[in-house]
């Protein structure tokens, strides 16, 4: 590839990085060792040499179902510290001899131990529970058969002394249904206990009752604080039931539809002395297990602190390891089995480094072959790789996100580092909301380390992302607002006083015919004397309109010339002669001549309609020009400007696609060498994609291709240049929201002489201005300065048809990991 | 102060801050050469801007006419 010119130094960012195809043997033995340090490194992309192959074909298959099962170790003992309520300490751990095989019986003894204290500890928590419940049921039923009994000696103290009979009291409840119902039948009653969700007690009644047509008799208690379930290990509310019934075919319905609820049923004793001594033998078990699960879940937590420890690094081990065991089943591996064949694409500044690691590998694997770094020549385009830094990133994640550049073509993320936040200005261009901008992003540069070490929002992290654009952006909307002469759409006379003043001391008409200029042009920057009078509006709108021309065709002219460095580049001179030169002249010898036209009619003051002049140089060229003439040979310039813009638009389409014929045929026939800038670019990647498609010379296709790329080029220019008029309007709007938010909530609330409403006032202010004008403008006036620098300045060099150079790396395997 | 002379003084501060860059951090030729492109980028879209405003106010066609109220 030629250079940069050869007067220059290549530009740093201006052209992607060097690359060429290494390929690397490296014997069995030291290819682990090698990779690690490759993956260090992180200069390599290594190709897929086995692609053809599925995943459990590859060499190191089993390798890789190693690494995921300790990784799914590693996840199982995260999972157990985070219902631990522990996080892993992520100390920057010593780098100590750990083997992987070492590890890999540790996680295995690690996991099985923390299993066994799971069980143990979960069958120790259902006996507890199931106590806990036994307890609350004894207690609740208890009572109900306490309450009965205290009931039924009252009846029949009152029956007995009426009847004076005796009567048993063994039997309370009994006796009291007995009395409720009927007296003749005496059926021994059983009855069932437990506890039911309290969700479900409603409907467990009612079924209960149907089932066995009413003839049951159940009572519940509210347990007041929610009980454990031993089942399900949950937090539920409970009810205590009984249930009592006759017979042994109710009581297996019961029994049945208690299972149904979930309820859990315990027995016990009716008798009441019985009742008290089980709740104190239930009261002492509790105790001794509680005791038992606290020993345990002690023991459990310490085990989990141990692992807490050392989690992080094992985890990177385990991954690091995952990945190089990925790399190495993308090498192919020799038929001896004795080495492996790698294949990538490297920068070729670091053919050194390479080389080095691959020798520091040999020595400390005590492989007696050393590695092989040999090159490799190829005709597939190579990726695209910026070295970028902190700064320069956050832009040409700006451009990538449009396309990755083709290898070495002229990259505009070098221009869009200062264009972008400029034409973002343009449209923002207030210096107090600038400062506001600037503080805040101020605070993330103050912040940027701790931040960066932090997990952030998706917002947080997308602005964070991009605070040296923001930077730029603050900085350039300051200048701006200067030259606006807005400061919260406030005017300042900073730099000297007003050009303009009253056409006589009484200052009468100054409604009318308005003022005059008295002094020197303002000489930085809009006027003050504009702000708020009748004419600003229309003045400020020409005015912007006519900036966004002039802007717009100088960054289009940009563009094009980054054309032509691309052609020069990449030696192809039918694009210098048939692209890059009837295009600019096309583009200058109307809009061009339209800025000339604009500059001029500022500097004469001439009173010409650049509109009647523009159309008319269409639709009657040789017509008299009469007041709207500008300069003299005025009409003689627009004559030659516009054959100029006729001719060029052949000159774009004809050429090119005939002399990439001819060069096809004379390559073709072999009869001449042709040097290597003679032939064209776009041809040679084609070829280098697909060698079969050299024989190949689709000449219709190459044509309508051409054709195409003319009329979008030609239109183009038009609706592009009209594009640029966003830059008026976004400023126009921006403007005339903040002048609103001024005029119409600060000096409204201060012209009401009440402390009140002018706090009020000063409130709604801020909170439309960091709202409306902070946030949403600048969001707008970012896509639209993203969508200038796409569409209209990138469609005039950029191919962004490349592909990313992705290193194997570990810093970027943990990154994506998490 | 004329167009030219506040020209020249962009120029000025243009080259001010082309010999600062390259002072302050001298990392290699390619890197400066970006450092240039960067800072003349910028200069060259300043001055731009101010130009126009004030050609724009040079020969004005339009006067301010002061609102009603005021």
Redesign the interface.
């Known amino acids: 590839m030629a250079d940069n010119g050869g007067c220059?130094?290549?530009?740093?960012?201006?052209r992607s990085e060097p690359m060429h195809l290494v390929q690397l043997i490296l014997p069995v033995d030291s290819a682990h060792l090698a990779v690690a340090y490759l993956g260090d490194l992180a200069l390599i992309q290594f190709k897929d040499l086995n692609s053809d192959k599925s995943p459990f074909q590859r060499t190191y298959a089993t390798q890789i179902k190693r690494c995921g099962e300790m990784a799914r170790k590693l996840r199982f003992f995260r999972d157990q510290m985070l219902k631990a309520g522990m996080t892993p300490i992520t100390r920057s751990a010593s780098e100590g001899d750990l083997d992987v095989d070492s590890l890999e019986a540790k996680l295995g003894e690690l996991e099985a131990e923390l299993i066994e204290l799971n069980a143990n500890s979960n069958k120790l928590q259902r006996g507890y529970s199931e106590l806990v419940e036994f307890k609350l049921v004894l207690q609740k039923a208890g009572e109900f058969f306490q309450s009965a009994l205290s009931s039924a000696e009252a009846r029949q103290r009152e029956i007995g002394s009426a009847q004076a009979r005796e009567e048993s009291l063994e039997t309370p409840l009994l006796e009291e249904q007995e009395m409720g119902t009927d007296q003749s039948k005496q059926v021994k009653l059983g009855f069932i206990s437990g506890l039911v969700p309290k969700a479900k007690s409603l409907s467990f009644e009612r079924i209960l009752f149907r089932a066995t047509r009413g003839n049951v008799y159940l009572k519940q208690a509210v347990v007041e604080h929610p009980v454990t379930d031993p089942v399900s290990g949950e937090k539920v509310e409970k009810n205590v039931f009984a249930v009592f019934f006759s017979g042994e075919k109710a009581k297996n319905k019961i029994l049945k539809i208690c299972e149904a609820f979930g309820a859990n049923r315990y027995s016990f004793s009716e008798d009441i002395s019985k009742q008290a001594q089980m709740i104190t033998e239930v009261s002492g078990r509790i105790t001794e297990l509680k005791t038992t699960i606290d020993i345990g879940s002690l023991q459990r937590d310490n085990l989990l602190k141990t692992i807490g420890e050392d989690y992080e690094r094992w985890n990177i081990l385990v991954r690091r390891e995952k990945s190089i065991y990925h790399t190495l089943n993308m090498l192919s591996i020799d038929v001896t089995k004795k080495c492996l064949v790698a294949e990538g694409w490297s920068p070729i500044f670091a053919t050194k480094q390479i080389q080095d690691a691959l020798q520091r590998a040999t020595l400390d694997s005590n492989s007696q072959v050393g590695g092989i770094f040999r090159v490799l020549h190829t005709k597939e385009s190579p990726p695209t790789y910026f070295k970028t830094n902190k700064f320069t990133s956050s832009f040409q994640e700006i451009v990538d996100a449009y396309g990755i550049a083709k290898y070495q073509e002229a990259n505009p993320g070098?221009?869009t580092?200062?264009?972008f936040p400029?034409l973002f200005a343009?449209m923002f261009g207030d210096w107090g909301h600038g400062i506001c901008l600037l503080l805040a992003t101020l605070y993330f540069l103050v912040m940027e380390k701790k931040f960066s070490s932090k997990k952030l929002g998706d917002i947080m992290e997308m602005t964070f992302g991009g605070r040296y654009v923001i930077l730029m952006m603050s900085l350039?909307s300051i200048?701006?607002g200067l030259?606006y002469n807005e400061f919260f759409s406030v005017p300042f006379e900073l730099f000297s006083p007003s050009?303009?003043g009253c056409r006589d001391p009484s200052c009468g008409d100054?409604?009318?015919?308005?003022?005059?200029?008295v002094r020197?042009?303002?000489?930085?920057?809009?006027?003050p004397?504009?702000h708020?009078?009748?004419?600003?509006l229309?003045?400020l709108n020409?005015?912007k309109m006519?900036?966004s021309i002039?802007?717009g065709v100088?960054q289009m002219n940009l563009g094009i010339i980054l054309s032509f460095f691309n052609a020069k580049f990449f030696g192809s001179a039918v694009n210098i002669w048939f692209q890059f030169i009837p295009q600019i002249i096309f583009l200058n010898s109307l809009f061009g001549y339209l800025s000339v036209l604009i500059?001029i009619k500022?500097?004469?003051?001439s009173?010409a309609d650049l509109y009647h002049v523009m159309i008319y140089m269409f639709l009657g060229p040789t017509d008299d020009l009469g007041e709207n003439q500008l300069f003299s040979g005025q009409k003689t310039t627009q004559l030659v400007l516009l054959l100029l813009a006729f001719v060029s638009v052949p000159w774009m389409l004809l050429p090119k696609p005939f002399i990439l014929k001819a060069q096809h045929n004379v390559r073709q026939n072999g009869q001449s060498y042709i040097p290597l800038q003679d032939t064209d670019e776009s041809l040679q990647v084609e070829t280098a994609h697909d060698p079969h498609a050299h024989a190949e010379f689709e000449f219709s296709e190459v044509f309508v291709h051409q054709l195409i790329h003319t009329i979008e080029f030609v239109l183009g220019a038009v609706s592009n240049t009209a594009s640029y008029l966003r830059l008026w309007a976004l400023s126009l709007a921006h403007s005339e929201l903040s002048s609103v938010f001024y005029e119409k909530v600060l000096l409204l609330a201060w012209g009401y002489n009440n402390i009140f409403i002018l706090i009020i006032g000063a409130i709604v202010f801020i909170c439309a201005t960091v709202g409306v004008l902070l946030v949403m403008e600048t969001l707008s006036a970012f896509l639209h300065a993203l969508r200038l620098h796409w569409v209209e300045f990138q469609n005039k060099f950029y191919e962004g048809d490349g592909y990313k150079f992705y290193p194997f790396s570990f810093a970027l395997v943990s990154e994506e990991e998490e | 102060m004329g167009f030219l002379v506040t020209t020249l003084i962009f120029v000025v501060i243009g080259v001010i801050a082309c010999l600062c860059t390259r002072i302050c951090c001298n990392r290699g030729p390619s890197t400066n050469l970006f450092h240039l492109t960067l800072v003349i980028t910028a200069t060259v879209c300043c001055w731009m801007m101010w130009a126009i405003v004030y050609l724009a106010q040079m020969n004005p066609l339009i006067v301010p006419i002061l609102s009603e109220g005021e």
């Open positions: 220059c130094p290549p530009m740093d960012l201006f070098v221009y580092i200062v264009t400029f343009v350039f200048y701006t030259i050009a303009y100054s409604t009318t015919m308005g003022l005059i200029k020197d042009t303002y000489p930085f920057g809009v006027d004397a504009w708020g009078t009748r004419s600003e229309p003045y020409s005015l006519k900036m002039l802007l100088a500059i500022w500097i004469t003051g009173k």
